[in-house]
């Protein structure tokens, strides 16, 4: 059987529509079972990533693990080992890769090597920003039909969390890639502004785009993630131009392509697919 964490987010739901359409056994973690709405084979598990004695059930009789890292999750490998775990597929992140210390590449790069400690067969996942990034940006397109950010004209090349799913139950279900690091990227580079400009199209509105100043960005912000990886997000777009020019964030790879047999999809066709959220 396959635990399945993180289940009701971006990418574990997908991992686990997966795993379920593959025949496979699926059990998932989550803190609210109410959040959960799979069908009746797949096993819900209520735990907590960060609190070791709620995770002993979920453990039992589990091979494989899809794990995303939340702060304080750091005994899970360890204690996945002691239960009988044999693979551990992370969710890590590219920002692993940047050639600038940041703290989200620290925070995953730590949660590889307590996995790489733990003595579990590992597979980690670095994908870069994820499409559903842009979903941050519904409110006021809803409203005002306008998207406020900095750094308008950064690419990056954002991945549909669909893509990484496909990845991610792939690597759990098939043989050869243990101990592999698979860097995962969308088809192509966009910056804000041309992801504004692909909502328009999608949505049927003029939708436009207002450069936010940095210090305002930034504070509006840090009422809704930790001031650290703020910091590190506006430092990683701010260098982006210079620094970390032909790195990860802004080349194009061929790693879902590889591992699924299919394109990665592309943001137009993520917009279209959640256009939904943004009417
Ligand atoms: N966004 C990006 O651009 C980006 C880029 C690279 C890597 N990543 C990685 O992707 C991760 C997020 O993945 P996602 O977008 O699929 O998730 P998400 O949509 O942000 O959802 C978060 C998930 O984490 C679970 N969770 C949170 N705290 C938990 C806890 N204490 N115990 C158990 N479960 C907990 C939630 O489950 P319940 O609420 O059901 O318990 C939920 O399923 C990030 O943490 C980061 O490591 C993100």
Do not use: C
Not at 167 to 184: C, F, N, Q, R
Not at 213 to 234: C, G, W
Not at 267 to 279: L, M, S, V, Y
């Amino acid at each position: 059987m396959i635990l399945v964490t993180g289940a009701t987010g971006n990418v574990g739901r997908q991992v686990v529509e997966d795993l379920y359409k593959g025949g496979h056994q699926v059990r998932v973690l989550t803190r609210n079972p109410a959040k959960v709405s799979f069908p009746a084979e797949v096993e819900v598990a209520v735990g907590d990533l960060t609190a070791p004695q709620t995770l002993k059930k979920a453990f039992d009789g589990i091979q494989s693990v899809y794990f995303i890292r939340v702060p304080g999750s750091e005994a899970f490998p360890k204690i996945a080992k002691a239960s009988g775990v044999e693979h551990i597929v992370f969710l890590s992140s590219s920002a692993v890769e940047l050639p600038v210390e940041n703290a989200i590449g620290r925070n995953h790069f730590n949660t590889e090597e307590l996995i790489r400690q733990s003595g579990l067969k590992w597979t980690f996942l670095r994908p870069g920003a994820f499409m559903s990034n842009a979903l941050r940006w519904a409110g006021t397109i809803r409203t005002e039909s306008v998207v406020r950010a900095p750094f308008g004209d950064v690419g990056t090349t954002p991945i549909d969390p669909r893509d990484i799913a496909n990845v991610a139950s792939k690597v759990l279900v098939s043989k050869g890639h243990e101990g592999e690091i698979y860097t995962l990227t969308g088809p192509e580079l966009l910056t804000p502004i041309e992801q504004v400009k692909i909502l328009s199209n999608v949505l049927g509105k003029d939708i436009r785009f207002e450069h936010l100043p940095e210090d305002i960005a930034k504070e509006t912000m840090k009422r809704f993630a930790p001031s650290e990886i703020v910091e590190t997000l506006f430092q990683i777009s701010r260098d982006t131009p210079t620094v970390v020019l032909n790195t990860v964030l802004n080349t194009v790879l061929n790693t879902v392509l590889n591992i699924t047999g299919h394109q990665p999809r592309t943001f137009e066709q993520w917009a279209a697919d959640n256009a939904g959220a943004f009417q």
